[in-house]
């Protein structure tokens, strides 16, 4: 449950953000410029600001006409960049700044989520009910995902047996591996509707050991943001709106999530995204923490790096004004 104090809060911040939006005012007439989007997963209320914007007529306020593409396993948003099929993705922050490290020409233009909702999950039946017991022990973990947990093993100087994950936790269910990756708001749900109760689990949450990374930000090329800087701020500025407005008409937000889920025939309900999308609130504004909404934290973005160069993942850290371009506040 929401306290009224925390309902206020985010009342408050949500018509902050709308007002601030409408001062910026929408693009004058104009022809509709093309734009497409890759979110970094399947249809559901992760990408609930982003359809509602869409929905909404938002992003064609602004001028722009967007193609919402329907991401996945299959299609990797971070290839689908790299590549120019798409102008704009959303990634975790992690993946961003392994990208960048990496040489691709990457930038971060809005920071939507500021804290971490990945986890492992174990049946406490298999014994592990500390992070040393999963020294050893068959790990699932997402390939588009895997930054996290690999600092997780390395921090604890864990030896796993990683088994690549897909698109459903049925591999875990069957006890075909002994952990698997689970995001808060999704996948641990699922498992609690399968008929395993908490207290038979035990959850590793990242962000409980020293490994909170922001995750959801809106990414594009640095060509694309030279080439096209207003579509880019205007993508931004109708995606925040979008957000906003999300989380003030949930119940709209989730008719407009449900026909994407439909569309793409996928194994939910409405239900399951109202969890998500309850729990979608609570990491793009976490209770004590008043960011506003598009904001990267110079100290949250060092945090990251730092954490991926001491756990050898990237070898250099990006400056944080070559990785972010901050168009959240731009007019």
Known sequence: MISSARRIGLHVLCLSALAVLMLAGPAPCQELRKATFLPQWSPQAQFAGYYVAHAKGFYARRGIDLEILRGGPDRPAAQALAQEEVEFVTLFLSTGIDLRSNGLEILNIGQIVQRSALALVAKRSSGIRAVKDLDGKAVSIWPDFALQPRAFFRKYNLHVRVA????????????????????????????????????????FDFSHYGINFPEDGIYCL???????????????????????????????ALDIVMKH??????????????????????????????????????????????????????????EYGDFHADLAHAR
């Not at 909404?293 to 060092?302: F, N």
Request: with cysteine; glycine share 6%.
């Open 222 to 252: 640095e060509q694309t943001l030279k080439e096209s800087p207003e579509l880019c701020r205007d993508f931004v500025l109708a995606s925040i709106e979008g957000w906003a407005y999300a989380l003030e008409h949930t119940e709209e």
């Open 164 to 203: 690549p994950q897909g698109g459903s936790i049925s591999l875990f269910l069957r006890g075909g591996v002994d952990a698997a990756s689970v995001m808060l708001y999704n996948e641990y749900h699922t498992i609690l509707n399968s008929g395993l109760d908490p207290a038979e689990l035990r959850v």
């Open 261 to 318: 889920v439909r569309a793409a025939n996928l194994p939910t309900n409405r239900v399951h995204q109202k969890w998500m999308l309850e729990h979608m609130r609570d990491i793009i504004m976490p209770p004590g923490k008043n960011i506003p909404m598009g904001t990267l934290l110079p100290d949250e973005y060092r945090f990251v790096a730092k954490q991926l160069m001491e756990n050898g993942i990237i070898t250099s850290m990006p």
